[in-house]
């Protein structure tokens, strides 16, 4: 279980999160929401450590790790799909299982770019590979930055599809995002940050 309590963070004189508290058990999918600006990337970088707050606790009970993917690229641009996440293996001390990879990019219908480097990829191309990296590295948190952004129709119905395939392997994620309707299919909750503090949203 992940079990926030009292969190608050500042920037300057500006109050961006005050005393949030939050909790999801494993096998939970959680979408963040609010206006642009409320504090959804901020608080979800103070659950993976990225930024440090003034008070409060941020408490893990899993016997293994999370995973942040911010809403840039997550890539070394001069890479292949394969070569970017084998340096992110590396950087995590995780082992690259080739079968793994291959079934991730025929399932996120990326394999055709498997040879070009990640610099010319689209948007949305972008996107899938960030799910890719999530699909082969080893976690129990997943916290993800607007993941739906920049992609099709198809694109989010797939990557619906494997965040539900993620928590029936007891994964948990949380997204920030604005899509909401297209979030309320898959969610077990959502929250919203509204004046600085998380209120329960109506799925």
Not at 2 to 19: C, E, G, Y
Not at 20 to 31: E, H, P, R, T, Y
Not at 88 to 113: A, G, M, P, T
Not at 136 to 164: A, C, H, R
Request: proline share 1%.
């Amino acid at each position: 279980m992940l079990i926030v309590k009292n969190l608050n963070k500042s920037f300057s004189n500006i109050h961006v999160l005050r005393d949030v508290s939050f909790s999801i058990a494993l096998g939970k999918i959680c979408a963040l929401t609010g206006a642009n600006g409320c504090g959804k990337t901020t608080f979800l970088k103070c659950l993976s450590g990225l930024v440090n707050y003034e008070s409060g606790s941020v408490e893990f009970k899993s016997m293994s790790n999370f995973l942040f993917l911010s809403d840039k690229n997550n890539i070394f641009g001069d890479l292949t799909i394969e070569e970017n996440l084998n340096v992110i293996c590396r950087y995590r001390n995780q082992n690259f299982d080739k079968d793994v990879f291959n079934e991730s990019l025929q399932r996120l219908d990326i394999k055709n770019l498997s040879t070009l480097p990640l610099k010319y990829f689209s948007q949305g191309n972008l996107q899938r590979n960030k799910l890719c990296i999530a699909m082969n590295l080893g976690w129990d948190y997943l916290f993800i930055d607007e993941p739906f952004s920049n992609l099709d129709s198809n694109g989010i119905q797939v990557f619906k599809e494997v965040f539900t395939t993620l928590k029936l392997q007891n994964k948990t994620i949380i997204f920030s995002t604005h899509h909401l309707d297209e979030s309320r299919s898959i969610c077990d909750n959502m929250i919203s940050i509204e004046n600085t503090t998380i209120t329960n949203y109506a799925i």
